[in-house]
């Protein structure tokens, strides 16, 4: 257990005043080792949350109630574009500025339904004092620009900027990042249940921005939202790590001064009780060619209680759970069961930020006339859940996995500080307690107090929120062919008609603005501008590595890694399986045998018992493949991983779970293997619009080396069109795929193949450890171990994918050397230096493209060039061919060389929490990295100069361009015409 000693001493009581500040509360909470103080600005009313830990990773979020009364995007028009500058430090791009000058691990701002929140995070003090001053002073006194507007909300231009006989058109930043997710049946159907539940709030509107009616904001409303809203009075600051209260106080007040107290009417209303369910229907882009049977997602989902009725809200978040949370959920099983769709739709689950909650639920792959009987068979098994109850085992799983996941350190994408941000505005926007969501062991010992004072609490929760809830709806999102050509067509209409009502001085108006916009863009900063803001020094830069305890040791003859790491009493067991010598033919099986290993019953217990005991013993399973090539590139590892993790006290029977998976699995059960194959056939496939620059990276790259190659038969489109093809014979193939899956299972899961990899501390280390010693037992082995096959990667071809999609993704990869070489230094220089700097500048704010950037992986000997969200492809094309006359015309300047070599470190120096620094330790002793040569990368980085980085990209990039390989993902149409320009073609096909 842990205990107070592990959070900090208290520094502040209830009542003080300090700085300007008055402490409202004090509150330990010790599961997750924090000391949480809430205080109040007294001279403007601005609200602080402090949770103060050991965690060395500070965070400062400043957030603000923004509720918008229509759909024109101006609460994220103006997320944008406030970053961009302010008096003080006038630059044009300050957030760019941030983002490759400081050692920050995360810096972004987000636009939720009803606020807008503005966090930055550092492992270095003066760093995090430095991003946290600029940041307050850019969200608090923008400049918020004309040009800033127009570039990053919407401005006319022609399609070819200097003709003004050409047609008109919109572009700006948002107004592309919203055409993208408008593409997006998910995106689509959670704004379709968002607006019909909360017809007469906020809510009822996209604070994001519906692209038709982004361009209907102006400047002077723009600007007008920001008065109203971003003032201290309307402010939640919420801060987060090791920082002592006192020193943020101090920082705030200077921060704060000046500000006075106004009256800011931002309350968010609530929704009054709707009589009956609404029905409702929608559309979404489906590719010209495409069948549209079962391709519809009807989704069910109810208005629920407000987040601050805490009690509630935590009953409800357990309910919700048990009905769709795992595979043994009432709900969830008679949805699937019932095969009246392929597998739940994706907008599935509680969801909290709404000042009243939603629960929604539904099945995908499905036709609209099935709607009825999908609303009417969610209605019979919630009436049946309220008349029998839930199994005991079930809830007690689900009380686990909260629990669980309540006391695990996570530091994925974004910092742990963020997750516990998240949990605290749920209630705090709504002028609720910040802490309950936090506090996970009070609401277990209530939640369990309320289920033994009534056993029937669940079933009755299931009664008033959800069977007897009039106020839902029931919505149909079905597939068009001519979704995308249909808004085109009013949209090219309606510029038509705009230009011809304009005087050709207006039009010139239009050109003028446009062209002067654009030099604005391309103007660097006056060197005044660019110093105002606080720079870190090379020299302040720490030349150490993070070293991750590792002992290397042996159990029954397996190897295993060791590391002796802080966890909050959880356990990491990772099982790697070597399978580098696996027939090419039969790569592509390997993620489908991960899913079915982790998914279907095991040890004579069906799917449904395995996922309970899962739930109530593990803290949960997964299944991972990873490949990469040694640091000198000679050789290549593929390996399957399975990853689980327990507390402390469930350990052995969490390695028992795989023990009988493993060795006992059950392939059997045609149905249910039909099942998941569609679940992961549809959620690879929704993945790929929001993905599409990943997925148009693997395209190209699987020519160019064979990690490359395995990532795309496991996770690319080849991937995609395997399970498609397996989904669409059904049950008809599945004799021969279970043969093959049979047959892989006993070649892979085996005791020759396997090394282990250990994370805990050393409690933990030691009951691993013997759990492991009972399972590497019962694993079969002593076989010779096959020689890796000689695999002939496919032949470089330039594709172009067609995909329903309003941009495109357009993706050039570059053969690159490995760790060992020593280019790779310069290369993951230039990586940061091209990102930030010109494919920025000329993808991003010239071309209006969502993202613009560079990525070295010297583990798969890849150097990637890739654009996100794109209205061009030919033009993004020659961006990238010109890098390296642009290099050799402009010169790398001392200053844009320390940003890109401080983001370089930055990026080696990403915080990790602790099973990824166990997880990363493992694949570094494949790759053959170990401190010595990462000690020397990060020295060579320390040190590069501009005439060696020069050098090194002019003998990289002219060749390796050359050979590179390109893959474009985006509409037909799109494609079609950008074949009319290229020189070499691409070749066009469908996407399945
Ligand atoms: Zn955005």
């Known amino acids: 257990m842990s205990s107070e000693d592990n959070c900090p001493i208290p520094t502040l009581s209830a009542g003080d005043k300090l700085h300007g500040f008055q402490v409202l509360r004090v509150e330990t909470i010790e599961d997750i080792r924090v000391r949480a103080y809430e205080m109040e600005h007294e001279a403007t009313g601005a609200k602080v949350l402090h949770l103060h830990c050991d965690d060395r990773e500070n965070l400062y979020a400043i957030g603000f109630r923004t509720p918008p009364d229509d759909s024109t995007g101006v609460p994220h028009i103006l997320e944008h574009s406030v970053l961009a500058g302010s008096e003080k430090f006038p630059l044009k791009d300050a957030f760019n500025e941030l983002h490759k000058g400081t050692m920050q691990t995360f810096i972004n701002a987000f636009t939720y339904p009803d606020k807008t929140i503005y966090p930055v995070a550092s492992q270095t003090r003066t760093d995090f004092f430095n991003l946290a001053r600029v940041y307050t002073d850019l969200v608090l006194k923008p400049r918020l620009l004309r040009e800033s507007f127009y570039q990053e909300g919407h401005h006319l231009e022609f399609t070819d900027p200097e003709d003004e006989s050409s047609d008109l058109t919109i572009s700006g930043i948002v107004y592309n990042e919203m055409k993208g997710a408008y593409s997006s049946p998910d995106t689509l159907m959670f704004k379709a249940i968002q607006e019909s539940l909360f017809p007469d709030t906020a809510y009822a509107h996209d604070s994001g921005g519906d692209p038709e009616a982004i361009p209907t904001l102006t400047y002077e409303q723009f600007k007008a939202f920001h008065r109203t809203f971003y003032s201290p009075g309307n ?307 720490s030349r150490e590595i993070d070293k991750i305890p590792t002992e290397k040791t042996s159990l029954n003859n397996i190897d295993v890694l060791k590391h002796d790491i802080f966890t909050n009493g959880i356990a990491y067991l990772d099982m790697a399986f070597d399978i580098s010598d696996v027939p090419d033919a039969l790569q592509a099986c390997i993620p489908l045998l991960g899913k079915l290993t982790l998914g279907m019953g095991a040890a004579s217990l069906d799917y449904e018992a395995m996922a309970k005991r899962i739930a109530l013993r593990a803290g949960g399973i997964s299944c991972h493949l990873a490949a990469g090539a040694t640091v000198d590139g000679s050789r290549t590892w593929q390996k399957m991983i399975f990853r689980a993790k327990s507390l402390y006290r469930n350990v052995e029977e969490t390695v028992k779970i795989l023990e009988d998976i493993l060795t006992a699995g059950d392939l059997s059960h045609r149905e249910r293997m039909c099942d998941l194959i569609a679940e992961r056939k549809n959620s690879l496939h929704t993945s790929v619009i929001p993905s ?211 983001g370089a470190i930055g990026a080696l120096d990403k915080p990790m929490d602790p099973q990824t620094r166990g997880y990363s330790a493992m694949i570094r002793d494949f790759t053959g990295l170990d401190d010595k040569m990462r000690l020397n990368l990060r020295g060579r980085i320390l040190d590069m100069e501009e005439r060696k980085l020069m050098e090194d990209l002019s003998h990289f990039l002219v060749p390796a361009l050359g050979s590179s390989v390109i893959a474009v993902f985006g509409e037909e149409s799109r494609l079609s015409a950008a074949n009319e320009v290229l020189k070499t073609k691409l070749n066009l096909e469908p996407l399945v």
């Not at 999102?477 to 011809?500: C, D, G, N, Y």
């Open 235 to 541: 402010a939640r600051i919420f801060l987060y790590g090791d920082i002592p209260t006192a020193d943020h106080l101090r920082f705030l007040a200077e921060m704060l001064a000046g500000f006075e107290r106004t009256k800011v009417e931002s309350s968010i209303s609530s929704q009054r009780m709707l009589p009956g369910p609404t029905y409702i229907r929608g559309t979404y882009p489906l590719a010209k060619g495409e069948k549209y049977d079962r391709k519809t997602t009807v989704n069910c989902a109810w208005m629920l209680a407000e987040n601050t009725d805490v009690e509630t809200a935590l009953l409800l978040k357990i309910t919700c759970a048990m009905l769709v949370g795992s595979s043994a959920g009432p709900l969830r099983k008679a949805l699937i069961d019932s095969h009246l769709g392929e597998d739940l739709s994706p907008v599935t689950g509680l969801e909290q930020d709404f000042k009243q909650m939603l629960f929604a639920v539904g099945l995908r792959g499905t036709d609209p006339d099935k709607a009825p009987m999908i609303e009417q068979l969610i209605f019979e098994t919630l009436q049946k859940t309220y008349e029998t109850g839930f199994d005991r085992e079930l809830i007690e799983g689900t009380i686990h996995q909260v629990e669980f996941h309540g006391k695990e350190i996570v530091r994925t994408a974004v910092p742990y500080g963020i997750v516990l941000m998240g949990a605290a505005y749920h209630t705090w926007l709504y002028d609720g307690d910040p802490l309950c969501g936090l506090n996970f062991p009070r609401a277990i010992y209530q939640v369990r107090k309320k289920w033994e004072e009534n056993p029937a609490v669940f079933q009755e929760t299931v009664k008033k929120w959800l069977s007897d809830n009039r106020h839902r709806v029931l919505s149909i999102l079905e597939p068009s062919s001519t979704h995308i050509e249909e808004r085109e067509k009013i949209f090219k209409q309606k510029m038509a008609e705009l230009k011809a009502a304009l005087t050709p001085e207006e039009l010139r108006k239009i050109k003028d603005e446009a062209i002067s916009l654009r030099r604005f863009q391309s103007e660097p900063d006056a060197p005044e501008a660019a110093a105002t803001l606080p720079r870190l020094k090379i020299s302040e830069l």
């Open 692 to 902: 599409g620059h990943l997925f148009a990276m693997r395209s190209a790259a699987a020519a160019l080396s064979l990690p490359a190659y395995r990532d795309e038969q496991w996770h690319g489109i080849t991937q995609l069109r395997f399970i498609h093809h397996l989904a669409g014979e059904g049950a008809a193939g599945n004799n021969d795929l279970q043969e093959k899956l049979r047959s892989l299972r006993n070649m892979i899961f085996r005791k020759e193949r396997l090394a282990l990899n250990m994370t805990a501390d050393s409690k933990g280390l030691s009951l691993l450890s013997v759990a492991a010693a009972t399972l590497i037992e019962k694993l079969s082995g002593n076989r010779e171990h096959g020689n890796p096959h000689e695999t002939s990667l496919p032949s470089p071809a330039h594709a172009g994918i067609a995909i329903p999609a309003q941009v495109s993704y357009v993706a050039e990869i570059l053969k690159a050397p490995g760790y060992a070489d020593l280019l790779a230094p310069s290369l993951l220089v230039a990586a940061k230096l091209l990102s930030n700097g010109y494919l920025y500048k000329h993808i991003r704010v010239q071309g209006g493209a969502y993202g613009g950037m560079c990525q070295y992986d010297p583990l798969s000997g890849l150097f990637a060039f890739l654009s996100y969200r794109d209205p061009h492809i030919v033009e993004t094309l020659k961006v990238y061919s010109e890098t390296p006359a642009f290099l050799a015309k402009e010169k790398v300047k001392r200053e844009e060389l320390e940003k890109a070599i401080i």
